[in-house]
């Protein structure tokens, strides 16, 4: 698809970050858009700044509540965006809605497991499945997949664990991949594309935490003890630190992440867009991305042993997972 002009786009989650940015770019163009989020606030915000860029008269721009791991909430989505958008057809689903966390099989609770993975990968299916009629209706049409580097490297770091995003992550990459052919054979005018980017300036620590726990900004009492723990077993004496040290630590780390990335949500959402108009079925995001895939294809073996990360970190400018000796981890 070389044109976004007068196209109808689908962004899951798109009330901050890349799907913030996605839903700007694609509005700037003549695109419509119908963006769903868990939060209202956010996504009000997202078509405040879509409407400040002065976008092409008549674009129109829908905000739609809706879990993405919950197919009641999704087919809902669905039945909202033919009547507000007036249509029967999209030409563009963005699976992007994603969450952190469920990191540790043994520590974190199945609840919170099941969430992320839910979400990560429960979402892409869910909202594919739902939306497949509608792209079918289209004379051309794209479904773009966001998996991560951690849909083909399954860690943050030695000292982190991070089971739940990668499991669901690698599912995301997978069935992008196949579907490659299952469209070519049964509806060769919609392509596909899997998103792999590397660390992006965005909310993500925040959001999670706040999705997976329901709390607002302050740690409960329960991630406290459990920050404790996690930095107790990677040998920080935490009896030293109060509770108000380690709120500020969170807080600190969740800065860092979204201020301090290589690669911005707008320059992220860039690239996607560039991967789509260029029909690129892989569309890797930020130079850490490109070194980490050469480093996993040339040494798989060692991808998870501790000097394979010491060189991530020294050849990719990788910085996530090297703070695991601060505040928690998402
Ligand atoms: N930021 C990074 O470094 C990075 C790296 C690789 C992949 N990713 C992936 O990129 C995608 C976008 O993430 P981001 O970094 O822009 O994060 P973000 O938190 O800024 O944006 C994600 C959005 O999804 C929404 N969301 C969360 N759960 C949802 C649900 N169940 N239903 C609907 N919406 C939901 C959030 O409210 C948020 O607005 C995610 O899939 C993420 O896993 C991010």
């Known amino acids: 698809m070389k044109d976004f002009s007068g196209k109808i786009a689908v962004i899951t989650g798109g009330g901050t970050g890349m799907g913030r940015e996605l839903a700007r770019q694609l509005v700037a163009e003549g695109c419509n858009v119908a963006i769903c989020d868990v939060s209202a606030e956010t996504m009000a915000e997202t078509k405040r700044l879509c409407e400040n860029d002065r976008p092409p008269q008549g674009v129109r721009v829908t905000t739609h509540i809706a879990d993405v791991s919950d197919e009641t909430q999704i087919l809902r989505f669905r039945d909202e965006v033919a009547e507000q958008q007036g249509t029967d057809k999209i030409h563009l689903l963005f ?92 509806a060769p005018h919609i392509k596909c594309s899997v ?5 992006i300036g965005t909310s993500i620590v925040s959001n999670s935490r706040k999705i997976l726990t329901g709390a607002g900004d302050t740690l409960t009492p329960a991630e406290i003890e459990r920050t404790r723990l996690r930095m107790s077993a990677n040998g920080v004496d935490v009896a030293q630190l109060s509770d108000h040290d380690i709120q500020a630590l969170w807080e600190e780390r969740a800065r860092r992440f979204q201020q301090e990335a290589p690669t911005t949500a707008g320059t992220a959402a860039a690239i996607i867009l560039d991967g789509v108009k ?20 040339r040494d798989p073996e ?29």
Not at 279 to 296: K, N, S, T, Y
Not at 305 to 324: K, M, N, P, Y
Request: hydrophobic share 40%; with cysteine.
């Open 95 to 186: 699976n992007n809605a994603g969450i952190g966390g469920g990191g540790s099989m043994l520590t974190d609770t199945r609840e919170q497991w099941e969430k992320t993975f839910n979400v990560c990968w429960g979402g892409v299916y869910l909202t594919t499945r739902a939306f497949l009629p509608m792209l079918q209706k289209a004379s051309e049409a794209h479904i773009i997949n966001t998996s991560s580097v951690n849909g083909f490297w399954a860690s943050l770091g030695p000292n982190v664990p991070h089971t739940a995003y990668s499991a669901a992550k690698f599912a995301v990459k997978g069935f992008t991949e196949a579907l490659i052919n299952d469209l070519k054979i049964n």
């Open 195 to 199: 998103v792999m980017p590397g660390h």
């Open 278 to 297: 260029a029909g690129r079925w892989r569309i890797l995001v930020g130079q850490d991305a490109h070194r980490l895939d050469e480093m996993v294809r």
């Open 302 to 330: 060692h991808a998870y042993d501790s000097d394979f990360f010491e060189s991530v970190v020294a050849e990719a400018g990788w910085r996530l997972g090297t703070g695991a000796r601060g505040a928690g981890q998402r």
